[in-house]
């Protein structure tokens, strides 16, 4: 279950008062792999929302992050929308292939859920590969920014552009933050602990996971839409498999279920690929092995660590002398008579 306590909400406003630091005060190389780490954040918190909160695990989380992405690329460039129109048009695709996911998903669990998005997530990589209308494997390049002049905002500036992609990742934290927290959000969090019971409470879990789906493919298609303005470019390479498990990873490594372990996987592996970069191409072995470490220490991540840490130093120890409140013992002597 999902809580909004005293440490998450610290480690969350330092994350972001450091990323806006960061936009102002790192150099171009530094903004860039700040966006990097704020687009993947963006990713990772709405594949926990689903696999964390929700128990579904996606391996196809990456079309949506495409799909998004070609949205507002065929909306701004061929169909002659507003950028700022076209971002926010560029979503209702991403809605709805999230809740026909959902709904076609609904009563396969675990792997076979694992290996049905999958299916989904291919079957829109090779459409897009394949068709020449945009751009085959090539990709669109020339993707144009959302102009925002008119109130003084230049997002052709790399400090602008990356303090506004964190302010957008702070924002879609705070959104599922209050969903998590609402009553659909305690009911997905049942559906995951116990869907039998709840189907037999009478809910209606094929509509719970269809928007469950459909608000976490809105999420990563936001940050699709963003991507393609920060690249000014966009490819069948966006929405491959492999982009899917890396997310993942950084799900798991940041730490399953709390929202915001997954920024912190986020910022972990990027600055991690690199670091580690500099030295060798084979930085992917790294991660594995970190990876590998986080699940045999007992799966919490880097964040799960950190709490379950902090809850041990900080729980109070039971009063020997209060007798009053604690139920005798029952003897053996006492079970026999």
Not at 57 to 72: K, P, Q, R, T
Not at 79 to 93: F, T
Not at 253 to 277: C, D, N, Q, R, Y
Request: net charge neutral; glycine share 12%.
């Amino acid at each position: 279950m999902y809580y909004p306590s005293k440490l998450r909400s610290a480690v969350a406003a330092l994350l972001f008062v450091a990323g806006i630091v960061a936009a102002f005060q790192a150099g171009y190389f530094g903004k860039e792999i700040l966006v990097e780490i704020a687009l993947y954040a963006l990713l990772a918190l709405s594949l926990d929302f689903l696999a964390g909160f929700g128990g579904m695990v996606s391996l196809g989380h990456a079309a949506f992050y495409g799909i998004g992405g070609y949205a507002y690329v065929i909306l701004s460039m061929q169909a002659g929308v507003p950028p700022l129109a076209a971002m926010g048009l560029a979503l209702v695709p991403c809605f709805a292939a999230g809740w026909l996911l959902g709904i076609v998903t609904s009563k396969v669990r675990g792997i076979f859920y694992i290996m049905a998005t999958l299916a989904f997530g291919q079957m829109i990589y090779v459409f897009t590969f394949q068709n020449r209308m945009l751009g085959g494997s090539d990709g669109i390049a020339g993707v144009p920014r959302i102009d925002l002049s008119a109130i003084g905002i230049d997002m052709n500036d790399p400090s602008i552009f990356a303090c506004a992609v964190v302010v957008a990742t702070g924002l879609v934290y705070l959104v599922f933050s209050r969903i998590l927290t609402s009553s659909f959000g305690r009911t997905l969090v049942g559906l995951h602990r116990n869907e039998n019971r709840m189907r037999a409470l009478g809910l209606s879990v094929r509509w719970y996971k269809a928007m469950a789906s459909a608000l976490a493919g809105t999420a990563a298609g936001f940050a699709g839409t963003i991507a393609a303005q920060h690249t000014m470019f966009v490819s069948p390479g966006m929405m491959d498999w492999t982009t899917s498990g890396e997310v993942l990873i950084m799900v798991i490594l940041g730490g399953l279920e709390t929202l915001i372990g997954p920024i912190v996987g986020a910022a972990f592996v990027v600055l991690l690929k690199h670091e580690i970069s500099e030295f060798t191409n084979h930085w992917h072995f790294f991660i594995g092995v970190f990876l590998i470490v986080a699940i045999l220490a007992g799966g919490k991540g880097l964040y799960g660590s950190l709490e379950a840490g902090v809850a041990r130093l900080t729980r109070k120890k039971p009063v020997a002398d209060d007798a009053s409140d604690a139920a005798p013992a029952e003897t053996p002597e006492a079970g026999n008579a």
